[in-house]
């Protein structure tokens, strides 16, 4: 389809919207004749709510790869009253190689059906007559709307540059339009063309502003349709706008022809919104790798919590006891409590005041029922699933909110540093876990797959986070059998969740190992799970024990409990190719609810020598050297020679040659070629800029002016050593202007603890860079700037768009809602033709106090 190149937003080639139109419609003939419709019976086709949830576009005017698209009619009714209606969904393979197909765009088709010989004359006179022109119109030049529109990103051009008589008055206009036919080979074969359709869109965005006028000032793109009738071809165009909001029109199509004066296209309310624009943004350090004691510094621990495990574990011991009179003496709970009645367990629990907890709901109900369930007259599944508390338990069990915020906290992390991870959910049940996941993250991902073992939990899903629908996909998937059986891409994930799901898997390996398979190198598993000495255990055993799943890991082991210890974790994650435990939630968490939540990383040679690049080394090396000539600057206080030293210790047996110099001064920058790899401690010992001589800068040009490796400790950067940030800044231009030049900062606040070995690491990662950076099948991200904090933290640099100061300037073209403390902003009661409604002022604008 060449002619799709004259359709571009933002230099990209991108589908009109125009094009789901035209394909709907298309398919509601092919559907007429499927339902043996001849095609003069067929009087109106009409698509209402329709909406466009994803763009599909094309990576560049070469790309011949095509994006692969699913059409689909669903919910097709018989002929009722002479109509025919059905579901219309468009889907595409969204994002490079990306083989999911994400929903695109739906509506829902309604065809009327005319049998009888007036069928023809009929269709021509139902839609409105074109009405007469409207007075005082002006004339525009078409070179006028498509340069304005080209300033806004919008690139109308060949066919899609149809409009040719323009004329408009304020919320009007009347154009002409050449036929897409004219200009495009394929029109004939459809009833109406998009090029056609998106002419009379077009003539919306004319008929609200006229080209420079100030009204349009940003890029506006399609959302939803109302409605669009169809019974071909030329328009009118008469505007709607609800203020704040965009801009939307109703468009008339009519032929050229003077017997014909009724339209045959209607289209009602075609909106435009207006794209957000992220003019301010600030620079933050993040953690390079995640940190479980950062991410559990807001969970909170309340005394009521430990309070609580107790209740549970003394209801457990009651009920217990009654269903067997012996208790082993060693027991872990209280002795007094083996002399309960059911009075003293209800008192303990009003004295809590935990009556409608619903960890203790569903514990009595357990209770009260599984007498009944030993002589066989009913069983716990089905009261768990008439009286509604297994969901609620999973959603509000004990310890379940704090943990998905710690899993939340954790993701975040990760988006911080990379805001485009395609994420995957296993076993996400009502969604608990995701809901803080998505609350925390918000819309800096890529992808968001949503699984369980059955799709029974799509429908209420897909309805509860309907705000992130165009980066959700909902799959069925069993972590026990093999996901790429089950229709998953192996290796294909940057993330993988599963909380509170993988110990409910006959055989851990087997499931841990089917994780694996679904991460690329790099990947991250974030793992929630009780383990077998935790303080979960009393009151997880005796609500879930009462279910066979419970005992699903017996054959291998596993008979008080299916749960298991932290350390026995890391034995399993390390057999499926994992590196074990990265890092977990701290004690505390682990004390107060019996949870161990923890980040493992998915490895192979390539990781392996990412993270101990040192290890690795030595352990897969022949004889030959890893480096051939390592150069290092430095050394002229004692403190940068000890580094150095160390250094050169650590960096011989590695490198064919180590040439220390103990000044940028005396470098001999003869010695230098694209395979030298060089470490300059010069800024360490002084700023290289702040007394900056001749000689030092012409062996600094030197030294970046050509492909080589260049690692440059630093410290202070941030705080008392400001002239630091010159050295960072000349290296990022020259990087820019030398593409194979590779520089790494690393920033240190506190000197004394730089470990040479540490920077050994850093110089073998940056002499790898370009082969792990480049590799898209691994998540390696090399990063030229770090900081080393005082806790010994690894951080680096992201810019993220500074909320409010974007939200006050995006506000001038629509209304932005948000929360607002009225205690700290001083906000306005506005009127307005809709209503009314609080608007928050700026600090430099004033409202006059009301008197008393």
Sequence with gaps: MPWLEGHQVQNQIVLPAAAYVSTAIEAARSLARVRGIKTEALQLIELSDFHIHNAVTFDDQTDTGGVETQIDISHVSAVTNNQITAMFTYSAALGGDSTDLALADTSELRMVVVLGDDAASTSLTLLPERQPKPPHVISVEPSRLYGFMESLEYDFAGPFGSLVKLERKLGKAACVAKKARTSTPDADALLIHS???????????????????????????????????????????????????????????????????????????????????????????????????????????????????FVLSRIAVFYLRQFDATVPEDDTASLEWLDDE?????????????????????????????????????????????????????????????????????????TNRNPHLNMLEIGAGAGGATKSILGAIGHDFDSYTFTDISSSFFENAAETFSDWQDLMVFKVCNAENDPVEQGFQEGTYDVVIAFMVVHACARLDEAVANLRKLLKPGGLLVLGEGVSDGAMQA??????????????????????????????????????????????????????????????????????????????????????????????????????????????????????????????????????????????????????????????WYNLRKLFETERSILCPTSGRLEDEPYCNMTVGFGR???????????????????????????????????????????????????PETIIDAQGRELVPRLFPIVDANNRLNSTTRPIFHPVDVGKSVVELEQHVGGSRFRQLSRYETVEKLMP
């Design 195 to 309: 090029v056609d359709l998106d002419a009379a869109f077009q003539s919306v965005m004319l008929a609200y502003s006229y080209p420079g006028d100030d009204q349009f000032r940003l890029l506006h793109l399609h959302r939803s349709i109302a409605k669009v009738r169809v019974s071909p071809v030329v328009l009118t165009s008469r505007e709607y706008v609800e203020p704040g909001e965009g801009f939307s029109g109703c468009v008339n199509m009519y032929s050229d022809s003077p017997d014909l004066p009724h339209a045959a296209v209607q289209v009602d309310q075609v909106s435009f919104k207006p794209v957000d624009r992220n003019v301010f943004y600030k620079m933050h350090w993040v953690l390079s790798k995640p940190d479980g004691a950062v991410a559990a510094a807001d969970v909170p621990v309340a005394s009521d919590d430990h309070d609580l495990m």
């Design 342 to 414: 059911e009075q003293d367990v209800l008192d303990e629990i009003n004295a809590k005041g935990v009556p409608d907890n619903w960890d203790v709901r569903i514990m009595l109900l357990v209770g009260k029922t599984m007498p009944r369930v030993f002589r066989g007259e009913t069983t716990m599944l089905g009261h768990f699933r008439t009286s509604g508390l297994l969901d609620e338990y999973y959603s509000h069990g004990f310890g379940t909110k704090q943990s998905t915020m710690w899993v939340g906290s954790i993701i975040k992390q990760l």
């Design 539 to 696: 009151g997880a055993g005796f609500i879930f024990g009462t279910l066979p799943g419970w005992w699903r890991g017996v054959d291998e082991g596993r008979t008080l409990s299916p749960l298991v210890n932290a350390s026995e974790w890391k034995a399993i994650l390390k057999r499926a190719g994992f590196s074990g435990i990265d890092t977990m939630s701290p004690p505390r968490l682990f004390d107060a609810f019996g949870i161990t939540l923890f980040v493992s990383t998915a490895v192979d040679k390539r990781i392996e020598f990412a993270r101990d690049p040192l290890a690795t080394t030595a352990a897969g090396r022949d004889s030959g050297a890893v480096l051939e000539s390592v150069v290092i600057v430095g050394g002229q206080t004692p403190a940068v020679a000890d580094l150095v030293k160390g250094l050169s210790t650590v960096l011989t047996p590695l490198a064919s040659q180590v040439l220390p110099y103990d000044s940028l001064e005396q470098l001999d920058n003869d010695v230098l070629d694209t395979k030298s790899v060089v470490v300059s401690f010069a800024d360490l010992e002084a700023p290289v800029f702040k007394d900056l001589t001749t000689e030092r």
């Design 733 to 783: 231009s020259a990087m820019h202007e030398e593409e194979a030049l590779r520089v790494q900062y690393v920033d240190v606040v506190d000197t004394s603890k730089i470990d040479p070995r540490k920077i050994a690491e850093y110089l073998l990662r940056l002499d790898a860079a370009t082969e792990l950076d480049g590799d898209d099948a691994i998540l390696y991200t090399h990063e």
